[in-house]
């Protein structure tokens, strides 16, 4: 009986077993396969050049490819700035949560609820809002005489970046705040009570508890985040398609489209396999630097 | 306290304005699907339609196939969350409960899985299911799904099954309960918000995924609605009133969810990234 | 109701060993108090015995029978926790009922059942009540009648007082002893409260970093503890310990290391010149000129305590406490006299710690 069986010292893995088998087949096995096709030659569009063995072709090509370094540099822009905002917008919104004043609750309803949208309906909704023609952003900033005529601001290269990366960051700052709102609640209430009658004020109170206490929370946030936002272009995919003339071409969307538009998946996986390096490599160096802050 | 009321004021401002914020461009979208096309595509910008109409979702509804796009994404999501409930359940049980040769080990593992990027794996998997037959159906996107939503699953349940104290098992093995039977007839119910939150918070992931769906599925029959969406913006310039209404359709479900069960969500994702 | 036997009991979590080889036994209707710091492996030891945790190496056996591979639900016993563990999705009655349920006892017997205990504990009102409406001291209550309603062969009890607030303890303890003496039935009670392990026990173990110091009846154990661990940790305030060298021409005696005081003893407890340590408990000095063995040393601290007066005074550098009689009228700073019960002096090996 499985009842018997769950007494015994191995039931535990065998609680373990149906995910591994699934982790195995859908992720481990794709992986390996991945990895060792960023060193084939698969065009699903040219059966004609077989599946060969070709070395280090890819990573050699992506070294000569201008697209792959305005990638990389557009998916450093994007996540810096995307971060920066993120972090900000959403370390204010937890503040201004966890004072628990009466009608909290739904506030957090409200401002939570965009990191829960689906990214096609998010991006819809703003390239609706930002419209060349009909965009109420452009009709409020006109009347407001900010600028003096409707912009396109998807369609201009000098305004596509930022305002994708605006849309990013009204989509996923609650994130933030959801995981600060959580540190603040970990902070005991006797330290600001001892440091309101040591004489601190609310701002040396946030610099010397709140932001200490929750360092390691926010390190995470921003790990995660760094790891969303690099490796995912649903957002760019629906606002942009990396253009307009790629400039807001990054390194996931360059990748995905190497698959999904030109079918070459040799040279796709080389390009996601740099990708996930390069994201391992920051992820260590970045968990290395918040731990030694931590002592 | 005049100090503090200040702070009061200054706490409601931002919050207001964040609010406004996030919810206006939702509300925007609303109105947007309410108003006639004539309305919509004005010379001067129309804030508050004075009359409004429902024929962009009756449109939507049938004359377009989202009906087949929203029941797949439903297949799928239902799919999804199915296989996560099953396997990841009893994994995170395991973490949560056992220490063991090889856990750490292992739950390092199903956090690293979560910094695969979507590419790497879409790319092979769309190969491997094409070998296997599982590509462009239904209950294959959702096997794929589970590559990123079963880690995320297992980490979220843990911090629920956590919360529950140890001692309860022991009490009830001691009572002459087997294990299995103390995770089920204890610790099951105890749980019962976290599992529920946790497979929303899946199912809403699931149900808004949009990369793999585009890459996995290529038609009618089993592709999801937010390419359904997507595909109809770009073949057929679909229009915004349109356009929005499909949105809202979509959206809907997700509000209602996430406004029904906030708070036990909100937990689970926090305690899920934080311990990772 | 049964005895318990431990053979040879060791644990150890990878290369931290935290049990090293225990041995004890019990007799049926013993009470057994596990006492020790945190840490000492005592709750490792309890859960053992449930069968919660499986021993590295050893035998465990419960009236005669060995149970190192029966399952914590076959074994029969009965544990309340510290946290008390109840079961917050069922109610009073079900909680208690549960391991009857399990062990699929009829429905109207297992009601009496539960009713019988219920109203042994005093929580008959109680009974469709959830944990949460309960407070602390009723909780504690379902959880022993969760273990009474067995009737098991074994009841274990892990810290079960700790979570109740200092007068509620002394009224809960009373209870569990007088529920011993009623129902016969063996307990082991972990436990790192002395007072605890003084009333409540038959027997006392008193652990440390995974041993058995001493395993002896309670006033043996105050009396004639083993070494120095048992010594410090049994007894409140602790016992005093004074560093010297034994002297044996001219009638035994303890000259103190520091300031070369003098104390004449009855006996030598070692040979000349031997270096010794001399434990006192604080009950054991008295004020005055009475006794021939003295102490001097100048008062730092008085605390009245209402019955007595603890003092606390530094003798050859040593800081000692000596309970005295209320109202001496003394004051910090002054050098007073003590008398010393001779016959209750243990004098300790200072390498080792061993009494001697």
């Known amino acids: 009986m499985i009842g018997e069986l769950s007494e015994t010292r191995y039931w535990m893995y065998l609680l373990l077993l149906p995910s591994l088998l699934l982790i195995t087949a859908v992720v481990l096995y794709p992986t390996i396969y991945g990895i060792q096709m960023s060193f084939r030659e698969m065009r699903l569009n040219r059966p004609d050049l077989g599946t060969g063995f070709v070395g280090l072709k890819h990573y050699q090509r992506m070294l000569n490819d201008p697209i792959f370094w305005l990638s990389l540099r557009n998916t450093a822009v994007w996540v810096t700035f995307a971060i920066i905002l993120e972090f900000l917008i959403g370390l204010i919104a937890a503040l201004a949560l966890h004072r628990n004043l009466p009608g909290s609750r739904i506030f957090a309803v409200m401002i939570l609820l965009p990191f829960f949208l689906p990214n096609v309906v998010a991006g819809h909704m703003w390239s609706l809002m930002l419209d060349p023609r009909l965009g109420v952003i452009n009709d409020l900033l006109l009347k407001a005489g900010l600028i003096d005529s409707y912009r396109a601001w998807f369609a201009d290269p000098a305004t596509a970046m930022a305002a994708a990366i605006l849309v990013e960051a009204w989509k996923s700052f609650p994130f933030f705040t959801l995981l600060i709102l959580a540190g603040l609640k970990g902070i005991p209430t006797d330290l600001y009570k001892a440091a309101s009658i040591d004489g601190a004020g609310p701002v040396a109170q946030l610099r010397l508890i709140t932001l200490p206490m929750i360092k390691t929370i926010i390190a995470a946030a921003v790990i995660l985040r760094v790891i969303g936002l690099v490796n995912s272009p649903d957002l760019l995919l629906v606002l942009t398609s990396g253009g307009p003339g790629r400039s807001t071409m990054v390194l996931s969307l360059f990748a995905f489209q190497t698959a999904y538009r030109d079918f070459n998946f040799g040279y796709a996986s080389a390009l996601s396999v740099v990708m996930f390096i390069l994201l391992m490599i920051f992820a260590w160096i970045y968990i290395r630097l918040s731990r030694i802050n931590q002592e | ?276 | 109701m049964a005895t318990l036997e431990l053979q040879g009991i060791r644990k150890s979590f990878g290369a931290l060993e935290v049990l090293s080889s225990v041995d004890l036994e019990l007799e049926d209707g013993g009470f057994l108090v596990l006492l020790g710091p945190s840490g000492c492996g005592k709750s490792t030891l309890l859960s053992i015995i449930a069968g919660l945790e499986e021993a590295s190496a050893g035998d465990i056996l419960v009236g005669g029978r060995r149970v190192n591979e029966v399952f914590p639900k076959d074994r029969n016993i009965a544990m309340v926790f510290q946290s008390y563990a109840l079961y917050p999705t069922m109610d009073v009655a079900r909680n208690i009922g549960f391991g009857l349920e399990m062990r699929k006892v009829p429905g109207p017997e297992r009601v009496e059942k539960v009713r019988a205990a219920a109203d042994l504990l005093q929580i008959g009102h109680l009974l469709d009540r959830k944990p949460a409406q309960l407070s602390g001291g009723q909780r504690q209550r379902v959880a022993m009648g969760r273990a009474i309603v067995r009737d098991p062969d074994l009841f274990l009890f892990d810290e079960p007082l700790s979570n109740l607030d200092a007068k509620l303890r002394v009224q809960m303890r009373t209870e569990i002893k007088r529920l011993h003496d009623r129902l016969g039935t063996t307990v082991v009670y972990v436990t790192h409260d002395q007072v605890e392990a003084m009333t409540l026990g038959t027997k006392v173990a008193v652990m440390k970093e995974g041993v058995i110091q001493q395993l002896a009846d309670p006033q043996t154990i105050y009396d004639r503890p083993a070494n120095m661990f048992v010594a410090g940790f049994i007894g409140s305030p602790a016992m005093n310990f004074l560093d010297g060298t034994v002297e044996t021409e001219g009638g035994p005696a303890l000259v103190l290391t520091g300031d070369g005081q003098r104390v004449a003893l009855d006996r030598a407890p070692a040979g000349q010149g031997a270096r010794v340590i001399a434990g006192i408990r604080p009950e054991h000095f008295t004020l005055g000129e009475g006794s021939p063995v003295r102490l001097t040393g100048r008062i730092e601290v008085l605390e009245p305590t209402g019955p007595d007066t603890m003092v606390v005074l530094s003798v050859a550098g040593r800081e000692i406490t000596a309970r005295l009689p209320p109202r001496i009228g003394l004051a910090p700073g002054a050098m007073i006299d003590l008398g010393v019960d001779r016959s209750a002096i243990t004098f300790f090996n200072p390498e080792t710690g061993t009494a001697l």
């Open chain 2, 1 to 276: 306290m005049p100090r503090s009321r200040l702070w009061d004021l200054l706490t409601y401002a931002v919050l207001v304005i964040l609010s406004a914020v996030c919810i206006l461009p939702i509300l925007w979208t609303l109105l947007t699907s309410l108003k006639y096309e004539a309305d919509i595509v004005t010379r001067e910008m129309i804030y508050w339609p004075t009359r409004i109409t429902f024929d962009h979702y009756v449109t939507l509804w049938n004359q377009s196939n989202y009906p087949v796009l929203v029941v797949n994404s439903l297949v799928v999501t239902t799919v999804t969350v199915a296989i996560c409930l099953v396997t990841g359940t009893v994994a995170s049980y395991a973490f949560a409960r056992f220490r063991f040769p090889g856990r750490m080990p292992l739950m390092m593992g199903y956090l690293v899985v979560r910094m695969f990027p979507a590419v790497m794996m879409i790319i092979p998997l769309f190969v491997v299911m094409r070998q296997v037959g599982l590509l462009d159906s239904r209950v294959g996107l959702a096997i794929a799904y589970t590559s990123f939503l079963l880690p995320l699953f297992v980490w979220m349940m843990k911090g629920f099954f956590d919360a529950a104290p140890k001692e309860l098992e022991s009490a009830a093995r001691i009572d002459g309960s087997t294990r299995l039977g103390a995770m089920v007839r204890i610790v099951m119910p105890i749980a019962r918000n976290g599992v529920l939150a946790t497979c929303i918070f899946v199912a809403i992931a699931a149900w808004n995924e949009f990369l793999f769906a585009l890459m996995l599925t290529t038609s009618q029959g089993s592709r999801t609605w937010p390419v359904g969406l997507q595909l109809m913006v770009g073949e057929f310039q679909l229009p915004w009133g349109m356009l929005a209404a499909g949105g809202i359709i979509s959206i809907l479900p997700v509000i209602v969810l996430f406004a029904l069960i906030q708070r036990a969500m909100v937990a689970g994702i926090a305690a899920g990234a934080v311990k990772g």
